[in-house]
């Protein structure tokens, strides 16, 4: 059965104002729901546990062997799982929602020290959200010298220690890989049957889920690094605040996110809600809507592409670079959680403490 999250149902009432224009909507929402389902949330869930399996897989032969060579496997391996994960983490419902808890940034290291040196921890804990996941094996893998972490796996007093830490951090990546692409294959009915746009309908959830996923990439993947504090900027560039700031590999992450974005968006080959808002004759400043909305994904992923350094260095190297790119974001942003919601009559039901 799905298993939504989100808190604010009460809000069910503020939708009378959010109706289709033409009052007769009669688009096929159970055949785009079909296409997304088949087509891009399972596969993409698929590929993520293939990728989060083959990352335990490295993992165990390097905690079995620490060396140069298994390590170099394993970040490999370490950042085609980070990568396979940007194409689910916008999903908020079935075990698909235990995954955002896999990618909390800024990692907490002094926690996950502290964990490694008293061997005593429990990783579904409040206080160690930040301290597993994605970030945690960033911080375990890339923060020194290879030589200087394999040392740390082999010769130091708390190796063994370390060792343990890695692997219930990398086995938990593949457990809640494989409960969410199992659970998407057992949902799928459901998720096509629920076909309206009501709160807790799979069209309100992927219109929230898109919205959501489009204003993190805006606030915590490049603004909180900028010093922005909702759309006011604080002056107070600070790299820790990136995504993967270890490995350097913040760009990356973010462009293939926003893929992903676009193309759950778009439906692929298939019908999106792009179909969806031409079918309503959406318009956005005297303009249709749907290809501005692509145009606007467009815009973004060739920004965040094209900066010619990685994140940390393009904060005070090409600032400018990096402020343009929140900026359209955060269009991007509003015209996922505004114009596109508003459309389609699905009212944003997530909680939002940006002050923005």
Known sequence: MLKYIYAAAALLILLNGCKPKDGGDKFDRAGMLTNLGNNIILPAHQQFNNSAAALKTMKDSFTGNPSSVTLDSLKAAFLSAYTAYMKVEAYSFTA???????????????????????????????????????????????????????????????????????NDITNEIETVSASASTEWNNSLSQFIGASGTDIGSSVGMLVNDLSFESERCRRERVGNSLGYIGFISSGNVDAHFLEAYHSAFSKELLAANLRELKKLYEGGTGNGFDDYLVYLNAEYNGQPLAPAISNQFDLVIQKAEIIPVDYATALTTKRPDMESLFLELKKLTVMLKVDMSSQLGVIINYSDNDGD
Do not use: C, H, M, W
């Open 96 to 166: 698909s929602g235990e995954t955002r808890n896999l990618n909390v940034f800024v990692t907490d290291t002094t926690q996950i020290n502290t964990n490694i040196s008293t061997g005593t921890y429990n990783l579904s804990a409040a206080n160690n959200i930040q301290a597993k996941g994605f970030p945690a094996i960033d911080y375990l893998l890339f923060s020194r010298s290879s030589n200087e972490i394999v040392n740390l796996f082999t010769t130091d007093v708390n190796a063994a220690k370390r060792i343990q830490y890695l």
